[in-house]
Every structure is written in C-alpha cells, then in structure tokens.
C-alpha cells in the first residue's frame, strides 16, 4: 500500500533555514522579570484572573470582619466609622475589582482559541487594561490601611457623597481609583468587541460562533455604552467636590438622582452576561437540541433591555422613577 502524497505547501519554494527555530524564539513565553511585559493573551489573561482572584480574597476578608461585628449586640469590634469603612470597600471591591474584572480576564484568555486567532487584536491594549486595573485596585484598596477609605456606601449615591456629609479624602480616593478601573473595563471590552468581529477564523461566521463568543460581544457592548456615564457622573461628582459646583445638590438646582441614573446602566451587565454565556456554551455544547439561536437571541434582547435601563431598576432609588417606573422596580426588588 502506497504511502499518501506529502501535502502541498502554499509556497513551493524551499524555506529559509533556521526559519522554525526563529519562530519559536518569537513565541516563546518571556522568563523572569521579562514576563511581567508580556502582552500575550494567555499571559495577560493568567494575570487579570489571578489579581481578580487576589480582589475577591480580600473583599471575603472584609466580609467576615463584618459579620464578626454583628455577631453579638453592642459590638465594639469595630467603630462606627470603620465599619462604614468596610461596608463601601467590601461591596466597591466585590462590584468593581472582581464581578467586571473577572469576566473580561476570563475571556481574554480563552477567547482566541475559540474563534482560531493567534492572539487578540491590540495585545497592548490589553496588557494596558490589566496593568491600569491591577495599579487602580491596588491603589484604592490601599487606602484602608492609611484610614483614607470611603465611608459613603459602594454605590457612592450623593447627597451622602458630598463635601457637605464626606468631608474627608475617602470619597476622591473612590473616585479616583475607580476612574481607572472604569477606563480599564472599556479598554478590555473594545479588544473583546474588535477581536470578536474581524479575528476570526476563516469560514467562522457570526452564525457558527460560539454562544459564549456571542454573549462576551454582547456584554463588551453593554460596557462600552454603560461604563462611559458612570466615568462621567464620578467626574462631576468630583469637580462638585473640589469646587463646590452644585451638579448634585437639590438645594441649589442640582440632580442628586443623577449619579444613580447613570451608574444603573452598566452593574448588571457584566453579571448577568458573564453568568449566561458560560451556562449558555455549556448548554450548546452538551445538549444538542439547544439550539444556538436560542441563546443568542435572548443576548440580543438583554442588552436592548440594558440599554433602556431596565435592568438597573433594582439599584434606582424610587423616588423621582415616576409612578410608571416605580411598580416595575418594586417589583424587582421584591423578587
């Protein structure tokens, strides 16, 4: 039996010698100190996951030294003042350093090599929104250890956050820190939205992608249409701060409603569609008659509803929602 012909090669000319071995050194992971400037995925990846891991420790810590203060009636493990302290950065970190964050390192990692590329599109970008996430993260929780921290309540909902009731630094600190963690969830879902759309692997239309594919493309939309008010609403409530201009202040014509308005837009986002598109791939994976349309269509409708503020309801304060929206938010609230 004759053995198969060799396949043909695009380029039938000889390769260049030493090309292979070339290739190899271009691609080899960096050693020492050098990895830390690694830009490839599954470095950058390894590195989101484990400091979103790291956040999600502290933020356990934080929790149990709560529920050891409430463990018996006039508890004085903790002050007033310190245990407002842990309540806001318990509930920032568990929002803002690892519900958003762990959701993008994930599919930094795993994304190219379910859509058959090599690597994400702007590998930079990517190290840029891992290292402006780790330093913004560590910067604000570092505050708990010098007393600066917020006291305000995670969702920093004026008129609590103002100079008036927040006279501290805690709450510039908040805003600051979450600045740049904000600025590096945008960045990482436009190298998701980019890499989704135009690094694919031949033949791989929107159609055969896979469902997790879909729904990460999905939710890098709701984070760049959500995320840009919540930078923008911190801003002004910090330009209130430092200057005194009345943005959220109702007694001099502000809208102390404002900044809940804008920051309900993107919480629930990267929730829900994390959640989802890991149940959603399993799902077409393992159970044939599920099919794909059946997940990618409710995305599609979820992040309509995203983009409506539906689904930030339950975060809203009610007064100033209107009858119309106050049922369908006490509704939520109740479920």
């Not at 159970?287 to 794909?292: E, S, V």
Request: proline letters at 7%.
């Amino acid at each position: 039996m004759s053995e198969p012909a060799p396949r043909a090669t695009p380029n039938t000319l000889p390769r260049p010698d030493g090309e292979l071995q070339a290739l190899q050194r271009a691609w080899q992971a960096p050693r020492g100190w050098r990895l830390l400037a690694s830009v490839n995925n599954v470095h950058v990846g390894l590195f989101y996951i484990a400091t979103a891991l790291l956040f999600l420790l502290l933020a356990g810590v934080l929790a149990l030294l709560m529920r050891v203060q409430l463990a018996a009636p006039d508890n004085a493990f903790l002050s007033a003042h310190a245990y407002n302290q842990i309540f806001t950065m318990h509930g920032t970190v568990m929002m803002f350093l690892f519900a958003v964050p762990v959701v993008e390192a994930v599919s930094v990692y795993l994304l190219p090599g379910m859509l058959g590329a090599r690597d994400l599109p702007f590998p930079r970008l990517s190290a840029y929104a891992f290292w402006a996430y780790a330093f913004g993260g560590t910067a604000f929780f570092a505050t708990l250890l010098f007393d600066a921290a917020p006291d305000g309540g995670w969702f920093m909902y004026p008129p609590l956050t103002s100079k008036t009731h927040s006279p501290g630094l805690g709450a510039d600190f908040w805003l600051l820190g979450i600045g740049f963690i904000e600025i590096s969830a945008i960045a990482g879902a436009i190298e998701l939205v980019v890499g989704i759309l135009r690094t694919r692997a031949p033949g791989m239309s929107l159609g055969r992608m896979p469902v997790y594919a879909w729904t990460m493309l999905v939710v890098g939309g709701m984070i760049i249409f959500g995320f840009p008010p919540i930078i923008a609403a911190t801003l002004l409530l910090e330009i209130e701060r430092a200057f005194h201009w009345p943005f959220f202040i109702a007694a001099q014509g502000g809208d102390p409603l404002a900044l809940g308005s804008e920051s309900f837009l993107a919480h629930d986002s990267a929730l829900l569609g994390g959640g989802f598109s890991f149940l959603g791939d399993l799902g077409s994976t393992l159970c044939r008659l599920y099919a794909q349309r059946c997940c990618c269509v409710p995305c599609l409708c979820g992040e309509c509803w995203q983009r409506g503020g539906g689904l930030g309801l339950h975060l809203a304060d009610l007064p100033g929602l209107g009858s119309r929206l106050q049922l369908p938010a006490q509704s939520r609230l109740q479920i």
